[in-house]
T-cell receptor
Framework: EAQVTQNPRYLITVTGKKLTVTCSQNMNHEYMSWYRQDPGLGLRQIYYSMNVEVTDKGDVPEGYKVSRKEKRNFPLILESPSPNQTSLYFC?????????????FGPGTRLTVT | DAKTTQPNSMESNEEEPVHLPCNHSTISGTDYIHWYRQLPSQGPEYVIHGLTSNVNNRMASLAIAEDRKSSTLILHRATLRDAAVYYCILRGQYSGGGADGLTFGKGTHLIIQP
């Protein structure tokens, strides 16, 4: 089944403890992206990747890192999480960046930083 | 990407057709019209997209005005599972660098009455 998977689905952690949220897609998609969703603010892009080893900042990249060493994986790294990074995170992928391609979203990771 | 305008909410009865409107008067010639929906506690889900011609798929139909300044998502026979927030999004060509996310506005909250 074609899908985008994220792990973990739920995570409660403490301020400053490094964490990684994994994202993997099995559709050979070139384009991958991370969003965060907060009440009243909608979905905002954190980082995106046009292809392997190509990443760029979205609207809200501060406090996050990403890497794209393989086509299928696009992990989101929080080196020193803070409470303002408590949010619902979604990974998405698309065959190409071209506007004619739809994006597929993962199920989400709910992160709480205390 | 250009801005879209949608009603905040709409209500329909189960098993009846639903027409969800979207205005995008500043659409450019290369912008694709995408629709996504988000069910409670789930990631956004792709519904349909088009450029100029009307489009049909297993989930819905997309009717695009001749001047492309508006479009309508049509759910032919709504079910309770179609209750979600529906987003109309314009996706243009990659502009090179900078944020590149899908612009999720407030969307239309579709309520289905049994």
């Amino acid at each position: 089944e074609a899908q985008v998977t994220q792990n973990p689905r739920y995570l409660i952690t403490v301020t400053g403890k490094k964490l990684t949220v994994t994202c993997s897609q099995n559709m050979n998609h070139e384009y991958m992206s991370w969003y965060r969703q907060d009440p009243g603010l909608g979905l905002r892009q954190i980082y995106y990747s046009m292809n392997v080893e190509v990443t760029d900042k979205g609207d809200v990249p501060e406090g996050y890192k990403v890497s794209r060493k393989e086509k299928r994986n696009f992990p989101l790294i929080l080196e020193s999480p803070s409470p303002n990074q408590t949010s619902l995170y979604f990974c998405a992928s698309s065959l190409h960046r071209v506007g004619s391609y739809e994006q597929y979203f993962g199920p989400g990771t709910r992160l709480t930083v205390t | 990407d250009a801005k879209t305008t949608q009603p905040n909410s709409m209500e329909s009865n189960e098993e009846e057709p639903v027409h969800l409107p979207c205005n995008h008067s500043t659409i450019s010639g290369t912008d694709y019209i995408h629709w996504y929906r988000q069910l409670p506690s789930q990631g956004p889900e792709y519904v349909i997209h088009g450029l100029t011609s009307n489009v049909n798929n297993r989930m819905a139909s997309l009717a695009i005005a001749e001047d492309r300044k508006s479009s309508t998502l049509i759910l032919h026979r709504a079910t309770l599972r179609d209750a979600a927030v529906y987003y109309c999004i314009l996706r243009g060509q990659y502009s090179g660098g900078g944020a590149d996310g899908l612009t999720f506005g407030k969307g239309t909250h579709l309520i289905i009455q049994p």
